[in-house]
Protein backbone atom coordinates (compact mmCIF):
# COMPACT_ATOMS: atom_id res chain seq x y z
CA UNK A 1 0.00 0.00 0.00
CA UNK A 2 1.55 2.94 -0.88
CA UNK A 3 1.77 6.22 1.33
CA UNK A 4 -1.24 7.66 0.11
CA UNK A 5 -3.59 5.25 0.03
CA UNK A 6 -2.62 4.67 3.60
CA UNK A 7 -3.14 8.76 4.24
CA UNK A 8 -6.50 8.30 2.29
CA UNK A 9 -7.32 4.93 4.53
CA UNK A 10 -6.46 6.92 7.70
CA UNK A 11 -8.76 9.72 6.68
CA UNK A 12 -11.57 7.51 6.37
CA UNK A 13 -11.66 6.03 9.37
CA UNK A 14 -11.22 9.31 11.09
CA UNK A 15 -14.59 10.50 9.48
CA UNK A 16 -15.98 7.29 10.60
CA UNK A 17 -14.95 7.95 14.04
CA UNK A 18 -16.16 11.54 14.57
CA UNK A 19 -19.21 10.88 12.74
CA UNK A 20 -20.54 7.68 13.97
CA UNK A 21 -19.10 7.90 17.12
CA UNK A 22 -20.28 11.40 18.19
CA UNK A 23 -20.32 10.23 21.82
CA UNK A 24 -16.73 9.66 22.12
CA UNK A 25 -15.39 12.32 19.53
CA UNK A 26 -17.58 15.08 21.18
CA UNK A 27 -17.62 15.02 24.97
CA UNK A 28 -21.38 15.54 25.71
CA UNK A 29 -20.94 14.13 29.71
CA UNK A 30 -19.69 17.83 30.99
CA UNK A 31 -22.90 18.47 32.66
CA UNK A 32 -24.12 16.10 35.37
CA UNK A 33 -27.25 14.41 35.62
CA UNK A 34 -30.24 16.96 37.11
CA UNK A 35 -31.07 14.13 39.24
CA UNK A 36 -28.14 13.76 41.06
CA UNK A 37 -28.10 17.46 42.26
CA UNK A 38 -29.14 16.98 46.25
CA UNK A 39 -29.33 19.52 49.57
CA UNK A 40 -26.16 18.29 51.48
CA UNK A 41 -27.48 17.33 54.73
CA UNK A 42 -26.37 19.45 58.03
CA UNK A 43 -23.23 17.73 59.26
CA UNK A 44 -19.61 17.46 60.30
CA UNK A 45 -18.44 18.13 56.84
CA UNK A 46 -21.47 20.87 56.24
CA UNK A 47 -22.14 22.53 59.28
CA UNK A 48 -24.79 25.37 59.95
CA UNK A 49 -22.84 28.64 59.46
CA UNK A 50 -23.98 31.36 62.50
CA UNK A 51 -22.86 34.71 63.68
CA UNK A 52 -23.58 35.64 67.60
CA UNK A 53 -23.40 39.15 68.28
CA UNK A 54 -23.74 40.78 71.58
CA UNK A 55 -26.37 43.98 71.50
CA UNK A 56 -26.74 44.35 75.16
CA UNK A 57 -26.99 47.88 76.49
CA UNK A 58 -23.84 47.68 78.99
CA UNK A 59 -21.49 44.85 77.43
CA UNK A 60 -19.93 43.88 80.59
CA UNK A 61 -23.55 42.24 81.88
CA UNK A 62 -23.19 39.53 78.57
CA UNK A 63 -19.57 39.36 78.50
CA UNK A 64 -19.99 35.75 80.20
CA UNK A 65 -23.25 34.83 78.95
CA UNK A 66 -21.99 35.77 75.18
CA UNK A 67 -18.30 33.43 76.12
CA UNK A 68 -20.49 30.31 77.49
CA UNK A 69 -23.23 30.30 74.69
CA UNK A 70 -20.57 30.53 72.32
CA UNK A 71 -18.20 28.06 73.86
CA UNK A 72 -21.21 25.65 73.88
CA UNK A 73 -22.48 25.97 70.13
CA UNK A 74 -18.56 25.71 69.06
CA UNK A 75 -18.55 22.72 70.56
CA UNK A 76 -21.33 21.48 68.22
CA UNK A 77 -20.06 19.88 65.13
CA UNK A 78 -23.08 21.11 63.21
CA UNK A 79 -22.15 24.33 63.96
CA UNK A 80 -19.53 27.27 62.64
CA UNK A 81 -19.69 30.04 64.33
CA UNK A 82 -18.79 32.63 62.23
CA UNK A 83 -16.11 35.71 63.60
CA UNK A 84 -18.22 38.29 64.37
CA UNK A 85 -16.16 41.57 63.62
CA UNK A 86 -16.80 41.46 59.10
CA UNK A 87 -20.50 41.42 60.44
CA UNK A 88 -20.64 44.01 62.75
CA UNK A 89 -18.33 45.93 60.06
CA UNK A 90 -21.56 45.26 57.50
CA UNK A 91 -24.24 46.48 60.27
CA UNK A 92 -22.51 49.66 60.54
CA UNK A 93 -22.12 50.33 56.80
CA UNK A 94 -26.14 50.29 57.03
CA UNK A 95 -26.14 52.51 59.69
CA UNK A 96 -27.80 49.29 62.22
CA UNK A 97 -26.79 50.11 65.33
CA UNK A 98 -27.33 47.25 68.28
CA UNK A 99 -30.34 49.97 70.02
CA UNK A 100 -32.53 49.07 66.85
CA UNK A 101 -31.59 45.97 66.88
CA UNK A 102 -32.81 45.46 70.59
CA UNK A 103 -36.13 46.87 70.04
CA UNK A 104 -38.49 44.61 68.11
CA UNK A 105 -40.15 48.02 65.80
CA UNK A 106 -36.16 48.58 64.91
CA UNK A 107 -35.87 44.91 63.65
CA UNK A 108 -39.25 44.33 61.52
CA UNK A 109 -37.73 48.08 59.82
CA UNK A 110 -34.38 46.79 59.15
CA UNK A 111 -35.43 43.35 57.79
CA UNK A 112 -33.88 44.09 54.14
CA UNK A 113 -31.12 44.89 56.23
CA UNK A 114 -30.80 42.00 58.20
CA UNK A 115 -31.16 39.82 55.06
CA UNK A 116 -28.21 41.66 53.03
CA UNK A 117 -26.12 40.94 55.64
CA UNK A 118 -26.75 37.78 56.28
CA UNK A 119 -26.47 37.04 52.38
CA UNK A 120 -23.25 39.15 52.25
CA UNK A 121 -21.46 36.49 54.80
CA UNK A 122 -23.25 33.59 53.67
CA UNK A 123 -25.08 32.38 56.62
CA UNK A 124 -27.52 30.42 57.47
CA UNK A 125 -28.61 32.31 60.71
CA UNK A 126 -28.37 35.44 62.72
CA UNK A 127 -28.05 35.42 66.60
CA UNK A 128 -28.15 38.53 68.60
CA UNK A 129 -27.81 37.97 72.59
CA UNK A 130 -29.31 40.86 75.02
CA UNK A 131 -28.79 40.55 78.57
CA UNK A 132 -30.66 42.92 80.18
CA UNK A 133 -32.52 43.62 84.64
CA UNK A 134 -29.37 44.25 85.17
CA UNK A 135 -27.96 40.89 83.72
CA UNK A 136 -31.10 38.32 85.00
CA UNK A 137 -32.64 37.81 82.03
CA UNK A 138 -32.00 36.96 78.26
CA UNK A 139 -33.25 36.99 75.12
CA UNK A 140 -31.76 35.17 72.28
CA UNK A 141 -33.36 36.11 68.37
CA UNK A 142 -32.46 33.81 65.76
CA UNK A 143 -32.83 35.62 62.25
CA UNK A 144 -33.69 33.74 58.81
CA UNK A 145 -32.09 34.67 55.69
CA UNK A 146 -35.14 36.41 54.85
CA UNK A 147 -34.40 38.57 57.86
CA UNK A 148 -37.11 37.55 59.44
CA UNK A 149 -37.46 36.52 63.33
CA UNK A 150 -37.72 32.87 63.63
CA UNK A 151 -37.41 31.94 66.82
CA UNK A 152 -37.07 34.17 70.15
CA UNK A 153 -35.84 32.86 74.10
CA UNK A 154 -36.52 34.12 76.84
CA UNK A 155 -34.88 33.26 80.09
CA UNK A 156 -34.42 34.15 83.77
CA UNK A 157 -31.36 33.38 84.55
CA UNK A 158 -30.23 31.50 87.95
CA UNK A 159 -26.83 33.68 88.06
CA UNK A 160 -26.66 37.58 87.19
CA UNK A 161 -24.09 37.83 84.65
CA UNK A 162 -23.74 34.44 84.48
CA UNK A 163 -25.54 31.42 82.25
CA UNK A 164 -25.07 27.94 84.05
CA UNK A 165 -24.16 24.60 81.72
CA UNK A 166 -27.67 23.19 81.54
CA UNK A 167 -28.96 26.96 80.73
CA UNK A 168 -26.71 27.54 77.95
CA UNK A 169 -27.22 23.81 76.68
CA UNK A 170 -30.80 24.15 76.50
CA UNK A 171 -30.02 27.59 74.37
CA UNK A 172 -27.69 26.47 72.32
CA UNK A 173 -29.95 23.22 71.60
CA UNK A 174 -32.86 24.98 70.72
CA UNK A 175 -30.71 27.47 68.51
CA UNK A 176 -29.19 24.46 66.40
CA UNK A 177 -33.47 23.23 66.18
CA UNK A 178 -34.55 25.32 65.01
CA UNK A 179 -31.65 26.46 62.34
CA UNK A 180 -31.35 23.19 60.90
CA UNK A 181 -34.60 24.04 58.67
CA UNK A 182 -33.68 27.01 57.40
CA UNK A 183 -29.89 26.13 56.12
CA UNK A 184 -32.10 23.17 54.27
CA UNK A 185 -34.45 25.05 52.99
CA UNK A 186 -32.20 27.46 51.64
CA UNK A 187 -30.03 24.52 50.47
CA UNK A 188 -32.71 22.95 48.63
CA UNK A 189 -33.55 26.34 46.98
CA UNK A 190 -29.76 26.26 46.02
CA UNK A 191 -30.04 22.56 44.36
CA UNK A 192 -33.38 23.72 42.80
CA UNK A 193 -31.36 26.11 40.92
CA UNK A 194 -28.82 24.31 39.77
CA UNK A 195 -30.83 21.67 38.76
CA UNK A 196 -32.50 24.23 36.38
CA UNK A 197 -29.97 25.70 35.05
CA UNK A 198 -28.48 22.10 34.01
CA UNK A 199 -32.10 21.54 32.53
CA UNK A 200 -32.24 24.58 30.36
CA UNK A 201 -28.30 23.99 29.25
CA UNK A 202 -29.25 20.60 28.14
CA UNK A 203 -32.70 21.69 26.75
CA UNK A 204 -30.60 24.17 24.34
CA UNK A 205 -28.42 21.27 23.23
CA UNK A 206 -31.27 19.64 22.47
CA UNK A 207 -32.71 22.32 20.66
CA UNK A 208 -29.22 22.73 18.82
CA UNK A 209 -28.56 18.97 17.66
CA UNK A 210 -32.53 19.19 16.75
CA UNK A 211 -31.86 22.34 14.66
CA UNK A 212 -29.10 20.50 13.18
CA UNK A 213 -30.48 17.72 11.97
CA UNK A 214 -33.12 19.54 10.30
CA UNK A 215 -30.72 21.99 8.91
CA UNK A 216 -29.03 19.41 7.42
CA UNK A 217 -32.20 17.90 5.36
CA UNK A 218 -33.23 21.67 4.36
CA UNK A 219 -29.62 22.56 2.74
CA UNK A 220 -30.20 19.40 0.60
CA UNK A 221 -33.16 19.97 -0.49
CA UNK A 222 -32.11 23.68 -1.27
CA UNK A 223 -29.06 22.63 -3.48
CA UNK A 224 -31.78 19.68 -5.37
CA UNK A 225 -33.91 22.81 -6.20
CA UNK A 226 -31.18 24.98 -7.35
CA UNK A 227 -29.85 21.95 -9.56
CA UNK A 228 -33.40 21.51 -11.32
CA UNK A 229 -33.78 25.06 -11.70
CA UNK A 230 -30.43 26.06 -13.38
CA UNK A 231 -31.38 22.55 -15.80
CA UNK A 232 -34.30 24.50 -16.90
CA UNK A 233 -32.50 27.21 -17.36
Known amino acids: MTLSSRLSHACVIA ?6 IPSVAFARDD ?3 PDTIKAAPVDE ?10 V ?3 TADAKSILGGLSDELSENPQVELVEIRPVILSFVDRKITKEILRTGDGREQSGEDIAAVIAEHNLDGLL ?3 AYSGGRKLQVILFAPDGSEADEQKRSLKKRKRISGSEREKVAGRIVEKTIPLAMKKREALAKQEREAIEAKLAA ?7 GDDGGGGGDTAVAKTTKSEKKR
Open 45 to 54: ENPVRLVLID
Open 31 to 33: LPD
Open 205 to 211: RAKADEF
Open 15 to 20: LIFCFC
Open 56 to 58: TDK
Open 128 to 130: ILD
